[in-house]
């Protein structure tokens, strides 16, 4: 199945990733992750096993390896090459010390899995700027009342500005997980009197809280991934120039079902939400043509009449408003 520019270099960066990170990895295990068969793993890593290049004086090298492919069938990243070093360059003092700070942030604001890829990356950040550097988050009010209550087996009674309703309504919680993800911190608690079912409750949204006397027994509860934005996932399918593919607003995810005469694909086209989705397919060039389902085709027609409509609405006024 032939892939566009984009998607090769999307599954090259992540297989030189786990190449370097690792040291080593197995082209079999490369292969799964990144959901190739190995032999189109091959095909991927042949350009840049074996390069030429110009340093910054211009004179040519010839072939170097930055990757090696070992007789056992492992990716290997070797220290002294050149390509690896512009990879793994560190940061200047000033920008190391942003990404420090950006990266201690955000380990303390999701939720408190550990992650060993963001621990290595501060460890290496660290090492840069050779201090040790103090960041203070503060998490929002209640948090503290949410996490003794928890503690103690004991409800919370809360005030809630509810997003959905608008409006501030009474609950009493039995608090089974405190804990925080992308800067948010959530209660998941299960509403007394309710339908049984455990919810999520953004702390900074409670107005008023206090202690509960009623008694629970905790459940293990996991934090739910809410950046897992599957579902709103939109999938159409176009036929077009293959060169198109590479031009259109990402983000997206493109996959070639096959390849038409004249240099056009037929391909699956996936996009998060709606307002992306009327970006893309207005985006799509005139000799582009929206083959599945056919509501997004007329879709893309009334998004086109309304974009005309409005240039000419636009043309009009400056037209009747000249002297």
Request: proline letters at 7%.
């Amino acid at each position: 199945m032939a892939r566009t520019t984009a998607e090769r270099l999307r599954l090259l960066a992540r297989v030189l990733a786990m190449a370097d990170e690792r040291q080593a990895v197995r082209l079999t295990d490369a292969a799964a992750e990144v959901g190739i068969d190995v032999e189109g793993l091959r095909e991927l890593l042949e350009p840049v096993l074996y390069l030429e290049w110009r340093d910054p004086l211009g004179d040519l090298h010839g072939e170097t390896r930055a990757f090696l492919v070992t007789e056992d069938d492992h990716l290997v990243v070797t220290d002294e090459h050149w390509l690896r070093g512009l990879a793994s360059k560190p940061p200047d003092p000033p920008s190391a010390l942003r990404l420090f700070t950006a990266g201690v942030v955000l380990q303390a604001a999701t939720s408190r899995q550990p992650s060993p890829a963001l621990d290595r990356a501060l460890a290496k950040l660290s090492d840069v700027l050779q201090a040790d550097v103090v960041v203070h988050v503060e998490p929002p009010p209640w948090t503290q009342l949410c996490e003794r209550q928890h503690r103690r087996r004991r409800t919370l009674r809360i005030r809630y500005l509810s997003a959905v309703h608008g409006e501030v309504r009474e609950h009493e919680l039995e608090p089974h997980l405190v804990a925080s993800k992308w800067g948010n911190w959530y209660v998941l608690g299960r509403i007394v009197g309710g339908d049984g079912a455990i919810r999520p409750f953004r702390i900074d949204r409670i107005v008023e809280a206090e202690a509960g006397e009623r008694t629970f027994e905790p459940e293990e509860v996991e934090l739910p991934d809410w950046w897992d934005m599957s579902e709103h996932e939109k999938t159409f399918v176009a036929r077009l120039p293959a060169r198109d593919l590479d031009r259109l607003p990402q983000p997206n995810r493109s996959i070639v079902s096959r390849e038409l005469d004249g240099g056009r694909v037929e391909a699956e086209i996936t996009v998060i939400g709606e307002r992306h989705l009327d970006h893309v397919l207005l985006a799509l060039s005139p000799d582009s043509e929206v083959v599945w389902p056919q509501e997004w085709r007329d879709r893309r027609r009334a998004l086109a009449r309304a974009l005309l409509e409005r240039y000419e609405a636009t043309e009009n006024a400056a037209f009747s408003s000249r002297p």
